[in-house]
């Protein structure tokens, strides 16, 4: 599989490798999009769906500077996670 729904599986899959406590996770958990609602909302309800303990998944806009670098159609999930060592 190609396109968008590769990328939502895929971004959930690394998400769950480093995210705290995995799917049981209940922490704070935000989608910012760079203006695709339409795109941010469907993957905000995967994730409602994936890490049904979260009580509340806010949809932000990504700000002009970062929209600036990535474009329209961004949309990032962000959430607390394991300390890594840079790569």
Known sequence: MRG??????????????????GRDYDGKLWVCHSNCPDIAQPFRETLKEHYPRVKDIPLFDIGTIIAAHCGPGTVAAFFMGDEREPE
């Open 4 to 21: 968008r729904p590769a990328a939502v599986r895929t971004t959930i899959e690394t998400m769950d490798k480093h995210i705290q406590n």
